[in-house]
């Protein structure tokens, strides 16, 4: 992210929902969900920034087998806002662009996240250089989606939703032409492959991902749509990229106790918290609980990653320093977390988390 430097380094642009905002459903989605999901998740006449349209808006396709680009392009693609392409691998992704400038892309692949660019055209995320697309493990970078499992456990590292493929669910775009904000929803739901993941659990999770201005949102949700209750961790792996990992620094954690899972993954040592922000001299792989709902990743340039959420309560701080000698020094990852303590969702209920993503000038 070198560019961000000097006279054009990026300016936060969007406004962004401040601690303690109430993030309310999406009407326009609630309506085509079955009466028993819907009455899960809380309904609200608005969103934060405004009602959104409701033409535009296409039904989730079905079938067994997944949807071309093509055929999905036709089905949900809103001229100027959302594009569906193949994209590395052959992969479908989608691509949303924002009038300003800025854009995202999401893989249907794990609903991966792999980039996210300002107006200016500097990418935020990083991919890993030894990530894969052609479906044989989750892509590395960007924004992984960790569910039902983080870290190790009973099932696979992380669980199975990265390595998964989601449905595409809805498409909109803001009613204001000059100042449309693109959206997806995805959704993915319990198959035989999540059964023989070793998660029993009947579920639905929707992710929405949507770009206002040059901020990137998300909303996760998970909804119980069975007869018996089940629990899960979840997290977003957010790789982000830094001008030297030497160089970065993360705020808003000082003087908060952690987990530390360097010296054994699945027992973490609990240390002490620093009245500094925390710099990455090693390997570094810390859980932080009851982490304030707003962290700053200073990337070294004089710019900063803002990231603020609701009920993501764990704050995830992770750099696998020279175990992947080829980039470590090039991201950092700060992640939104429910990871100390279980979730437990029982039937007919649901769990819901946003976190918002922002560049913002530390000068």
Known sequence: MPSLSGAERIRMKGTIARPGAVWPAHPHRLARR?????????PAARTRFGRRATR???RASTGAVAPSAGELQSSYGLKDSVAFESGEGGLTKIVLTHVCGSSAEIYLYGACVTSWKQASG????????????????????????CFPQFGPGEMKQHGFARDSLWRVASTSADYNPDDRDPCVELVLEDSDETRACGFAGSFKVSYSITLHRETLQTDFRVINTGDAPFEFTAALHSYFEVAGVENASVSGLEGLAYLDKVPNP????????????????GETDRIYEDAPSEVVLKVGTGA??????ENWSDCVVWNPWTSMEACYKEFVCVENAKTAQKVRVGPNES?????????????
């Open 122 to 145: 500097d990418e935020v995320l990083y991919v890993r250089p030894d990530a894969k697309f052609d479906m044989s493990k989750a892509i590395s970078g960007g924004i992984p989606l």
């Open 56 to 58: 535009g808006r296409r």
């Open 266 to 281: 699945t027992d973490p040592k609990r240390e002490p918290g620093s009245s500094e922000e925390l710099r990455i001299a």
């Open 351 to 363: 769990w819901r988390a946003r976190a918002d993503f922002a560049v913002v000038d530390l000068i």
């Open 34 to 42: 079955s009466r028993a999901v819907a009455s899960a998740i809380a």
């Open 304 to 309: 900063g990653v803002q990231i603020q959420n």
